[in-house]
């Protein structure tokens, strides 16, 4: 099963994937653009692009190993924030301007206290995200963006007017409705492209200027609408569970012949299944409306899991999937809980789910490829 | 319809091979680094003894185990988890808890009447509950695997022993020959330790009876016997080798691929 | 509450007459020996079994309590004459119960994984297999960690006690006056969902007795910890932080029984810094053990420790709470004082809810006020964020002059690493910085 496009997008789309900084980012860097980097979905992107920088998700993937960072973080830390922060202390994140961390988990808001500490970036701030859903929590958010707007203000000399605001809604919304397009082909019998290369698109929304990835995927859209499709698949999958941004996991995991039609996923459905309300007067509000309570939950989100198990059985029934892979990084406990949880649900519902545990550095191919081999093999398939 | 099943594991290589529906030769031989090697061996001496001389004479001839995409001359490559299920439920049409105990991975599954697959559990990432495991045991005591096994069976007073890993194990056993421990109940001791280990997957999955041992391990009686008392059940004993388990479940889908084929011939 | 059958509620309190049990045997151990150090011991014990006998009661007639935790405000129940505790509390107090390591192995049959803190798996396991009493009203504890946020998830779900309302306060990162504000109007909506759950309402003159009660007890903490700055340190492993945190914070806050026994600890500790009394083996260490002593297998370290080693751990995590008097003028300054003491004072919660500099600030001032030789950190396998500091602890520590080890352990499960690979460490790790002489 292969994409077919003759578009040449895609291939840039892979290589932004596989690089922190890639020659479209580096173009603008030459230029004089700022560069923010932020760890975590709910990292204001929209406000760094508010402020004319470019926004930059943390991710670590190249990275050689963590000789530097195991001096700080210990061996049952999570194999992300250990590899993300040896690249930070290796220089590799040297083009950073800002770096601004969320508590969204323990091992992530340890990166705030060893990045600061050790690494020259010259703006590092945090923000305190809420653990639930609820009028005051949005309203504490609400408060936090100001906050991390005035910052940014302050810092780099600008001026971040409530216009620019709603323009940088307008340009992420925009890339939103052109990644549901993306995935709504997939929707489709046999879908127009693998769900590694999808998981590529989607990478690379997270390190290129927002501007000129609008207008590639939107080509690549157009283009895939009018492909064949992928061939042949022995079942539709979809794939749940932290961050994963290695679209190699994705390839592995369809050279069973399952090929993955969608997936709730930090770098995937999660971005685009709801929109920023570009009507709403303020746009901070907007923003924090959006990001706690549309944008579909974190499992760090208290009293969410209901909403969560419903999301992935709506998306079962929209993509006609066969069968639910769970996955998380070892050591991550907000996935091991909500992959406890959704156990349950997916019972109930009768939904087949398989259960896999990785390495953010992916190591054993063939041991994924023999459980997801046995797991179709399992459906029949 | 002569059909062929292949199991290329990390220590060896089994074929199995059926004529119309019954075990009519099967082969167990040391692997080599090259599976298609390996592959080959298992096939021609399973062959040899049906006087067959060209893989040609086989209908279909399917491939697993970790090997499995190096076997050439099969026409497809099933998990060696689905095979192992579908081979002990052959054997033994009430299994319903498979534990395959092989050179270097171990899992459990748990499977329907037929012979299908309902959840499994596997470890693959540690020696511990593996043929390696019990062969750096049997080194450490100085016997072959089937005296360590004899030893287990004879042990009195069990050894605890406590370590996790079995490279740690093996430290903690020489401790225990210097301290005099009789071997009888060292070996008792890591057959507890590893039938702990495996009871604990088994019962993620579910213990329904009957359960069966399948995997080059399952004929180490020392370690079924610690598995019954840590399950508190009688493992059934499979007619034949349980090595062969996996290259039988081959075996039995390549017959149904062969079967579907025919009765997709007839509608033609 | 329903009525549930008689057999049903007789498994859901197995376990707690089990603990309470074990605990008698303890209090049999202490026999009649009439020091008051024994003394403040046996009330300590006394407590933990009245707790429980008060649970029981509440269930076997039908009384609703709540399930909650001491970093929610608990002067507020204590206000609201509601009954309550911490569900954790049974396999917290397992302490060398037979059935800690299987129920530990059971948890991975469940399907939650091992990696995950051993004693939030083991609080899912009892309410799974119903094992504990089910309470009126889920106070769930959203921080400091992970696994405390997504298990309190799993146990609103759970079979047994999916009908149970929860609420969960949300607890922002900061430790600042919007921070405790915030905590402050949560805990108000707290105290309407305990009034939902049980009836009771809360009086806001009550509140500010209770209140001032607490100040009391607090006070009575602090002057307890200067004292122990003393050389030698007045008590051994057998008194000390553990107790005064289980009174003032969760058996008794805003009680007058927590002023009383604090007194008594005072009264004891003032005599023994006189009479320059320290541990009858003779204090030659003086440690900080940076986390909650090993409740569960206490036994097996911390005699072994002091008889070794000389080892006094004048100080740990769950003795240290810099005091700041709940400010009792009305029902604003009370909930900010609240909220204050349960996100930035209570021990554990202290240290780890928000930044690093909480963890690091409190070790540098124990440091230097209790003349600390060596600081411990066990580095249970639970605390993500703490053994993810494990670097900035060992650079304050070198800057302090002082010497740090890092275990890797687990504080329910002594299997994860064995005793006696724990006192080998130990061992080197004192051997290494030249600290003290094995006996």
């Given at each position: 099963?292969?994409?077919?496009?003759?578009?040449?997008?895609?291939?840039?789309?892979?290589?932004?994937?596989?690089?922190?900084?890639?020659?479209?980012?580096?173009?603008?860097?030459?230029?004089?653009?700022?560069?923010?980097?932020?760890?975590?979905?709910?990292?204001?992107?929209?406000?760094?692009?508010?402020?004319?920088?470019?926004?930059?998700?943390?991710?670590?993937?190249?990275?050689?190993?963590?000789?530097?960072?195991?001096?700080?973080?210990?061996?049952?830390?999570?194999?992300?924030?250990?590899?993300?922060?040896?690249?930070?202390?290796?220089?590799?994140?040297?083009?950073?301007?800002?770096?601004?961390?969320?508590?969204?988990?323990?091992?992530?808001?340890?990166?705030?206290?060893?990045?600061?500490?050790?690494?020259?970036?010259?703006?590092?701030?945090?923000?305190?995200?809420?653990?639930?859903?609820?009028?005051?929590?949005?309203?504490?958010?609400?408060?936090?963006?100001?906050?991390?707007?005035?910052?940014?203000?302050d810092k780099f000399n600008v001026k971040i007017t409530d216009d620019k605001l709603r323009e940088a809604i307008k340009l992420h919304n925009e890339t939103r409705r052109l990644q549901r397009k993306l995935y709504d082909l997939r929707k489709k019998d046999n879908p127009p492209i693998t769900g590694a290369d999808t998981l590529a698109v989607m990478v690379a929304a997270t390190a290129l200027p927002l501007k000129q990835y609008n207008q590639m995927l939107k080509e690549l859209v157009d283009d895939l609408s009018k492909?064949?499709?992928?061939?042949?698949?022995?079942?539709?999958?979809?794939?749940?569970?932290?961050?994963?941004?290695?679209?190699?996991?994705?390839?592995?995991?369809?050279?069973?012949?399952?090929?993955?039609?969608?997936?709730?996923?930090?770098?995937?459905?999660?971005?685009?299944?709801?929109?920023?309300?570009?009507?709403?007067?303020?746009?901070?509000?907007?923003?924090?409306?959006?990001?706690?309570?549309?944008?579909?939950?974190?499992?760090?989100?208290?009293?969410?899991?209901?909403?969560?198990?419903?999301?992935?059985?709506?998306?079962?029934?929209?993509?006609?999937?066969?069968?639910?892979?769970?996955?998380?990084?070892?050591?991550?406990?907000?996935?091991?809980?909500?992959?406890?949880?959704?156990?349950?649900?997916?019972?109930?519902?009768?939904?087949?789910?398989?259960?896999?545990?990785?390495?953010?550095?992916?190591?054993?191919?063939?041991?994924?490829?023999?459980?997801?081999?046995?797991?179709?093999?399992?459906?029949?398939? | 319809?002569?059909?062929?099943?292949?199991?290329?594991?990390?220590?060896?290589?089994?074929?199995?091979?059926?004529?119309?529906?019954?075990?009519?030769?099967?082969?167990?031989?040391?692997?080599?680094?090259?599976?298609?090697?390996?592959?080959?061996?298992?096939?021609?001496?399973?062959?040899?003894?049906?006087?067959?001389?060209?893989?040609?004479?086989?209908?279909?001839?399917?491939?697993?185990?970790?090997?499995?995409?190096?076997?050439?001359?099969?026409?497809?490559?099933?998990?060696?988890?689905?095979?192992?299920?579908?081979?002990?439920?052959?054997?033994?049409?009430?299994?319903?808890?498979?534990?395959?105990?092989?050179?270097?991975?171990?899992?459990?599954?748990?499977?329907?009447?037929?012979?299908?697959?309902?959840?499994?559990?596997?470890?693959?990432?540690?020696?511990?509950?593996?043929?390696?495991?019990?062969?750096?045991?049997?080194?450490?005591?100085?016997?072959?695997?089937?005296?360590?096994?004899?030893?287990?069976?004879?042990?009195?007073?069990?050894?605890?022993?406590?370590?996790?890993?079995?490279?740690?194990?093996?430290?903690?056993?020489?401790?225990?020959?210097?301290?005099?421990?009789?071997?009888?109940?060292?070996?008792?001791?890591?057959?507890?330790?590893?039938?702990?280990?495996?009871?604990?997957?088994?019962?993620?999955?579910?213990?329904?009876?009957?359960?069966?041992?399948?995997?080059?391990?399952?004929?180490?009686?020392?370690?079924?016997?610690?598995?019954?008392?840590?399950?508190?059940?009688?493992?059934?004993?499979?007619?034949?080798?349980?090595?062969?388990?996996?290259?039988?479940?081959?075996?039995?889908?390549?017959?149904?691929?062969?079967?579907?084929?025919?009765?997709?011939?007839?509608?033609? | 509450?329903?009525?549930?059958?008689?057999?049903?509620?007789?498994?859901?309190?197995?376990?707690?007459?089990?603990?309470?049990?074990?605990?008698?045997?303890?209090?049999?151990?202490?026999?009649?020996?009439?020091?008051?150090?024994?003394?403040?011991?046996?009330?300590?014990?006394?407590?933990?079994?009245?707790?429980?006998?008060?649970?029981?009661?509440?269930?076997?007639?039908?009384?609703?309590?709540?399930?909650?935790?001491?970093?929610?405000?608990?002067?507020?129940?204590?206000?609201?004459?509601?009954?309550?505790?911490?569900?954790?509390?049974?396999?917290?107090?397992?302490?060398?119960?037979?059935?800690?390591?299987?129920?530990?192995?059971?948890?991975?049959?469940?399907?939650?994984?091992?990696?995950?803190?051993?004693?939030?798996?083991?609080?899912?396991?009892?309410?799974?297999?119903?094992?504990?009493?089910?309470?009126?009203?889920?106070?769930?504890?959203?921080?400091?960690?992970?696994?405390?946020?997504?298990?309190?998830?799993?146990?609103?779900?759970?079979?047994?006690?999916?009908?149970?309302?929860?609420?969960?306060?949300?607890?922002?990162?900061?430790?600042?006056?919007?921070?405790?504000?915030?905590?402050?109007?949560?805990?108000?909506?707290?105290?309407?969902?305990?009034?939902?759950?049980?009836?009771?309402?809360?009086?806001?003159?009550?509140?500010?007795?209770?209140?001032?009660?607490s100040n009391q007890t607090y006070q009575l903490w602090a002057d307890y910890n200067d004292l122990r700055k003393a050389v030698p340190c007045p008590h051994d492993w057998t008194i000390g932080p553990p107790q005064c945190f289980a009174l003032a914070c969760y058996y008794y806050p805003g009680k007058i029984e927590a002023v009383d026994w604090f007194k008594k600890l005072v009264a004891n500790a003032e005599k023994r810094v006189k009479a320059k009394q320290g541990m009858a083996a003779g204090e030659r260490i003086r440690?900080?053990?940076?986390?909650?002593?090993?409740?569960?297998?206490?036994?097996?370290?911390?005699?072994?420790?002091?008889?070794?080693?000389?080892?006094?751990?004048?100080?740990?995590?769950?003795?240290?709470?810099?005091?700041?008097?709940?400010?009792?003028?009305?029902?604003?300054?009370?909930?900010?004082?609240?909220?204050?003491?349960?996100?930035?004072?209570?021990?554990?919660?202290?240290?780890?809810?928000?930044?690093?500099?909480?963890?690091?600030?409190?070790?540098?001032?124990?440091?230097?006020?209790?003349k600390i030789d060596c600081v411990i950190w066990p580095g249970h396998m639970g605390h993500k964020d703490g053994n993810a500091s494990i670097g900035m602890m060992r650079e304050k520590c070198r800057e302090l002059g002082v010497p740090f080890l890092s275990i890797g352990l687990d504080l329910f499960d002594k299997r994860y690493t064995a005793i006696d690979e724990v006192k080998d460490r130990i061992s080197k790790f004192f051997q290494a910085s030249g600290l003290g002489q094995k006996k």
């Open positions: 099963m292969e994409t077919k496009t003759k578009s040449r997008v895609l291939q840039e789309f892979q290589e932004a994937s596989k690089t922190l900084m890639n020659p479209a980012l580096k173009k603008e860097k030459d230029k004089g653009a700022k560069i923010i980097g932020y760890f975590c979905s709910y990292g204001p992107a929209e406000i760094i692009t508010a402020a004319g920088m470019i926004p930059f998700r943390i991710r670590a993937v190249g990275s050689p190993g963590t000789d530097l960072s195991d001096a700080y973080l210990s061996n049952i830390n999570c194999s992300f924030c250990r590899n993300a922060l040896n690249l930070g202390l290796a220089g590799d994140y040297d083009f950073l301007d800002g770096l601004i961390v969320l508590n969204n988990c323990d091992h992530v808001r340890r990166i705030y206290d060893n990045w600061r500490r050790k690494i020259k970036t010259p703006l590092v701030q945090m923000m305190s995200l809420p653990k639930k859903i609820s009028d005051p929590s949005i309203q504490w958010y609400y408060d936090e963006l100001k906050i991390v707007k005035k910052v940014i203000e492909s064949e499709g992928v061939g042949k698949a022995k079942a539709r999958l979809l794939v749940i569970g932290g961050v994963l941004d290695d679209p190699e996991y994705i390839k592995v995991i369809e050279s069973t012949g399952g090929l993955v039609v969608t997936d709730v996923l930090c770098f995937g459905t999660k971005n685009f299944r709801a929109e920023i309300d570009e009507k709403m007067k303020d746009p901070i509000a907007a923003l924090a409306k959006y990001y706690i309570a549309d944008r579909p939950s974190c499992p760090r989100m208290f009293g969410d899991q209901p909403r969560r198990a419903q999301l992935v059985k709506d998306l079962v029934k929209e993509f006609k999937v066969d069968g639910v892979i769970g996955q998380r990084i070892v050591f991550c406990d907000l996935w091991a809980g909500e992959i406890y949880m959704l156990n349950d649900d997916l019972k109930q519902a009768g939904i087949p789910f398989l259960k896999l545990e990785r390495e953010y550095i992916m190591a054993g191919a063939g041991q994924v490829r023999t459980r997801v081999q046995a797991f179709l093999e399992s459906m029949g398939r | 319809m002569i059909v062929g099943g292949c199991d290329i594991g990390s220590t060896t290589g089994k074929a199995v091979i059926m004529t119309d529906g019954q075990i009519s030769a099967y082969s167990i031989v040391t692997s080599t680094t090259r599976p298609e090697v390996t592959a080959k061996m298992a096939m021609e001496e399973a062959m040899g003894y049906l006087g067959l001389v060209s893989m040609e004479e086989l209908d279909y001839i399917v491939g697993t185990g970790y090997g499995r995409l190096k076997v050439p001359f099969a026409k497809e490559n099933v998990s060696e988890i689905t095979c192992h299920a579908r081979g002990a439920n052959w054997l033994c049409s009430s299994v319903r808890t498979v534990v395959d105990i092989g050179g270097q991975d171990c899992k459990v599954m748990s499977i329907d009447a037929k012979g299908k697959v309902l959840e499994f559990v596997m470890n693959d990432r540690c020696a511990a509950g593996t043929g390696r495991f019990f062969e750096a045991m049997a080194r450490a005591l100085q016997v072959d695997l089937e005296g360590l096994s004899k030893l287990a069976l004879e042990g009195k007073n069990p050894a605890v022993i406590s370590s996790q890993c079995s490279v740690f194990a093996e430290s903690e056993v020489v401790t225990l020959v210097n301290e005099g421990r009789e071997l009888t109940d060292i070996s008792a001791g890591l057959h507890n330790s590893i039938a702990s280990r495996l009871s604990s997957m088994v019962r993620k999955v579910g213990l329904i009876e009957d359960v069966a041992l399948t995997g080059g391990c399952a004929k180490n009686e020392g370690l079924a016997k610690a598995l019954e008392n840590k399950l508190g059940v009688k493992v059934v004993h499979l007619p034949e080798d349980p090595q062969i388990a996996g290259a039988l479940g081959a075996a039995l889908i390549a017959a149904e691929r062969v079967q579907q084929r025919e009765e997709v011939g007839k509608k033609a | 509450m329903s009525k549930i059958d008689k057999a049903r509620l007789d498994k859901q309190l197995e376990r707690l007459r089990g603990d309470k049990a074990l605990l008698q045997s303890f209090v049999d151990m202490l026999g009649l020996d009439p020091s008051e150090e024994a003394d403040i011991n046996r009330f300590v014990l006394k407590t933990v079994m009245d707790k429980y006998d008060e649970i029981m009661n509440c269930a076997e007639n039908d009384i609703p309590f709540m399930a909650a935790y001491f970093a929610n405000c608990p002067e507020i129940f204590t206000a609201m004459d509601v009954p309550w505790w911490i569900f954790l509390q049974t396999p917290f107090l397992g302490v060398s119960s037979p059935f800690l390591a299987s129920d530990t192995d059971e948890t991975e049959k469940m399907g939650l994984a091992t990696d995950f803190c051993t004693v939030l798996r083991l609080a899912m396991f009892y309410v799974e297999k119903d094992l504990t009493p089910k309470p009126a009203g889920l106070i769930a504890l959203l921080h400091p960690c992970d696994g405390t946020v997504v298990i309190h998830q799993a146990i609103a779900k759970s079979k047994a006690w999916h009908d149970v309302p929860v609420f969960g306060a949300d607890s922002p990162y900061w430790d600042d006056e919007r921070t405790y504000k915030y905590y402050g109007e949560e805990t108000k909506r707290m105290v309407d969902f305990v009034t939902q759950c049980t009836g009771k309402k809360l009086d806001i003159d009550r509140l500010r007795e209770v209140c001032k009660i440690a900080l053990w940076f986390d909650i002593l090993p409740i569960m297998w206490q036994f097996d370290i911390s005699p072994w420790l002091e008889q070794e080693w000389g080892v006094n751990i004048v100080m740990n995590m769950f003795g240290y709470t810099p005091y700041e008097p709940i400010d009792t003028k009305n029902e604003t300054t009370m909930f900010r004082g609240l909220a204050k003491r349960s996100l930035s004072q209570v021990p554990m919660i202290r240290q780890a809810r928000g930044v690093a500099d909480n963890f690091l600030g409190d070790i540098e001032r124990i440091v230097k006020d209790y």
